[in-house]
């Protein structure tokens, strides 16, 4: 079974740009989160999707927004890039049913660096 | 809101050794997880142990065990028999029942020596 693949690895952007994040979920889990990582906040939580529709927020500026497709693909859109943002993003997969809580199993993240 | 707090920013081991990690969380709820993530320098999470809230029973995954003890809202990490392999940045983290987002404490860097 593939993992959760998230594209690219590695990005650099400049200040006032904006960059979308890609999301393969493991085949058959229909919810995908978002988080991000910095040195000074840690990891914070960004949205979930959930068949199409976001199902949970975050604390972001609306400068961060996300989408899933109907195949669970999900990506994450920063607008107006700031220095702040430079961080990991990481995007976790689960089957999303909430009967009871699953493993969220973790892609490698997207270093995302603006200068 | 849940908050979830490391108090040891820094711990080191010697292999063969135990060694434990803390945790403290605050909710008001009274039905949800709690869980221990690995993060290697490869960056990529990977769970350790899950323990559920209404379970009394601690868990264990081989070398890896809890000890939760809801009243005072305490969730320590024992990892026993530590290997090199175990080096990484551990978290802590609580998910609330009927919700999907994991909250996160702040990490503890655990340093494996031969």
């Known amino acids: 079974k593939a993992g959760v693949t998230q594209t690219p690895r590695y990005l650099i952007k400049t200040r006032g740009q904006q960059v979308t994040l890609s999301c393969s979920p493991i085949?058959?889990?229909?919810?995908v989160s978002w988080y991000q990582q910095t040195p000074g906040q840690g990891l914070q939580f960004l949205f979930e999707?959930?068949?199409?529709?976001?199902?949970n927020k975050g604390n972001f500026p609306g400068r961060f927004s996300g989408r899933q497709f109907s195949n669970s693909r999900s990506e994450m859109n920063v607008s107006t890039l700031e220095l702040g943002d430079s961080a990991l993003y990481l995007c976790?997969?689960?089957?999303?049913?909430?009967?009871?809580?699953?493993?969220?199993?973790f892609g490698q993240g997207t270093r995302l660096t603006v200068v | 809101a849940q908050t979830v707090t490391q108090s040891q920013p820094e711990m080191s081991v010697q292999e063969a050794e135990t060694v434990t990690l803390s945790c403290t969380y605050d909710?008001?709820?009274?039905?949800?997880?709690l869980f221990w993530y690995k993060q290697p320098p490869s960056r990529q999470m990977i769970l350790v142990i899950r323990?559920?809230?209404?379970?009394?029973q601690n868990a264990t995954e081989n070398r890896f065990s809890v000890n939760f003890q809801k009243a005072a809202k305490s969730f320590s990490l024992k990892i026993s028999d530590s290997q090199l392999g175990d080096a990484a940045m551990y978290f802590c983290?609580?998910?609330?029942?009927?919700?999907?987002?994991?909250?996160f404490g702040e990490g503890t860097q655990l340093t494996v020596n031969p």
């Open positions: 323990q559920e809230a209404y379970k009394q």
């Open positions: 999707y959930f068949s199409e529709t976001q199902r």
């Open positions: 983290a609580y998910e609330w029942t009927s919700g999907s987002r994991l909250t």
């Open positions: 909710t008001s709820e009274s039905d949800y997880y």
């Open positions: 976790a997969s689960s089957p999303g049913n909430r009967v009871r809580s699953t493993e969220a199993f």
């Open positions: 085949s058959g889990h229909r919810s």
